[in-house]
Structures are given as C-alpha cells and as structure tokens.
C-alpha cells in the first residue's frame, strides 16, 4: 500500500476527545477489533449501538446492544431499520469472518463469506445512508460511514463469480469481499454526497475472524498466537484510529481509505470509479437472483 499524501489528519490522544454528544453504530462490535473500538468509544463517552450475535460488555456504561445475525440479508435489513438512524452521528463497520476452506452457503443461497464480511454492508448501507444525508452530525460535520476491509491491497475481485458458484477458492472467495468493500466506499462516496465514506485497513490484528478457515483447534490457536506476537493488538489499533472518526481534517476527503497506522493510502490499482460501480451493480444482481435487494 502506498501512503497517499493529499490525505492528512492530525491524531490527538483519545482520552483528551470528548465523545459524549455522539452516538455510533458499530456493526460487529461485539469482538474483536469492532469490540475494541465500542469500548473505547463509550469509555470516553459516547453513546454506542453494537450488533452482533453475543453480547460481552454488559458492565461497560454507554454500550447498547442489538443482537442480530449478519449472514442474513433480511436480517441486516431489520437490524439497519432497528438502528436509531436519525440520531446516528456515525456507523463503523467491522463484522467479517475468512472464508472456509470448502464452500459454505446462507440459508440464503449466498457463499457465507460474501455475506457476512461484505453484502450484509451494501444492504445496511442503503437502508442508513438516505437517512444520514438528511442532518448533520453533533459535531457539525457531514455524518460518516467508516468500513472495514482492506483497501489499498490491489485486490479487484473476481466479478464474474461473485458467489462463487463457478468455481470456488478460499482466498478467491475472501478477496471478492476485500474487492467489494473497497467498491462501496468508492461508489458511495460519490452516490451520497452529503455522507462521509472511509475505507480502514487494519492489517494483521489477533481475532478470531480466521476461526472459520482453521477451526478452533491447534492450527487457530498457533496462528493467532504469531500474528499476535508481530502485530498491534485490538486495543492497540482503536487507540490510533478512533480520533480519526471525529477529525475535521477528513471532511473533505470522503472516499479516502487508512492503513493500520491511521495514514491515509492510496486506491487498488485498477479500481477506477467505473469499476467500482459494476462491482455495486453487480452485487445487486446477485441479490435479486436469490430474492434479495437493498432497497429500504
């Protein structure tokens, strides 16, 4: 990833922000980084909404909890619709699993990954987006939408097999997820021009997102434990990333996706606007051809 230098922000110690007149959507935060990132945001004083399928964080004031299963697309619909959307100042999300090493299908007919870790956001989205263009958010910015991926990768996806259906692949199946939301924070930023869209790359964190590719035996445990070892934690990410939800210096940069370190970085190559669309496009299709569709 190349660091894109047109994009700059300046950090300030998240405990010295004062959160308290925000309220936040983080849609899968109920682990792992997303879980990281509630926290935090409610401990200095936020008022935030989590989903997620198990709530921890009963004891944390500030954290309310909508439990819902994000392998549905229906189900997202009605989590989205369930959502406090007028008093919504900003959405994060951060639910994703990797991709098993045999095809896995939702009662949906949707291989499981793209469902979880990218469509279940295009339909939230579009239900969210339409409502938050209409105000702006209690620190008098354009309301924001941040999504997580990894951006910046040169992944494009494989278009033509979105559900892999064709042929399947785990890291094929997994980069169509990478591909697609890579595409919504491209294709949005342009369609809604009254929301913030940002794309963040967290890089390697110790979660168990990669629990559906190795199980929850040895392997999972070992491989874990390395990238734990080489790698930021959680808590170490969200400390660095939650000031840029709040920053001024962004307001004008909707579209711009962040690294690890919270720098700003350049596009895939190839992934021109055009592109991006008949990702969005295509998407689509293949929620109607299950009986499926993003409209609110």
Not at 55 to 82: C, P, Q, T
Not at 224 to 248: C, H, M, R, T
Request: proline share 3%.
């Amino acid at each position: 990833m190349k660091v894109d230098n047109s994009v700059q922000w300046k950090y300030q110690d998240p405990n010295t922000i004062d959160f308290k007149p925000l309220n936040v959507a983080v849609i899968g935060g109920t682990g792992g980084i997303g879980r990281a990132i509630s926290r935090l945001l409610a401990l200095s004083g936020a008022n935030v909404f989590v989903v997620g399928q198990t709530f921890r964080d009963s004891d944390v004031k500030g954290i309310n909890f909508i439990k819902g299963d994000l392998s549905s697309i229906a189900e997202a619909k009605r989590i989205a619709k369930e959502l406090p959307q007028d008093k919504l100042d900003i959405a994060i999300f951060t639910a994703g699993i990797f991709a098993s090493s045999k095809r896995e299908e939702t009662g949906e007919g949707l291989e499981r990954d793209m469902a979880v870790s990218y469509l279940n956001r295009l339909a939230m989205i579009r239900t969210i987006a339409p409502t938050f263009e209409k105000s702006k958010s209690e620190l008098g910015f354009n309301k924001r939408i941040f999504i997580m991926g990894f951006p910046g990768n040169d992944q494009l996806g494989t278009i033509d097999n979105l559900n892999q259906e064709k042929s399947y692949g785990t890291m094929q199946a997994h980069m169509n997820t990478v591909a697609g939301n890579e595409a919504l924070v491209v294709d949005l930023a342009e369609r809604y021009k009254y929301v913030g869209f940002y794309g963040l790359n967290p890089g390697l964190i110790r979660t168990n997102i990669r629990s559906n590719l190795f199980g929850n035996g040895i392997l999972h445990t070992v491989a874990e434990s390395l990238i734990g070892w080489f790698n930021q934690s959680a808590d170490d990410y969200a400390k660095k990333i939650v000031p840029l939800f709040v920053s001024p210096d962004i307001e004008n940069h909707s579209g711009a996706m962040f690294n690890n370190k919270g720098q700003a970085v350049l596009g895939s190559k190839g992934f021109t606007k055009e592109y991006a669309k008949d990702f969005i496009a295509k998407s689509e299709v293949l929620l109607k051809s299950k009986g499926l569709d993003t409209e609110s």
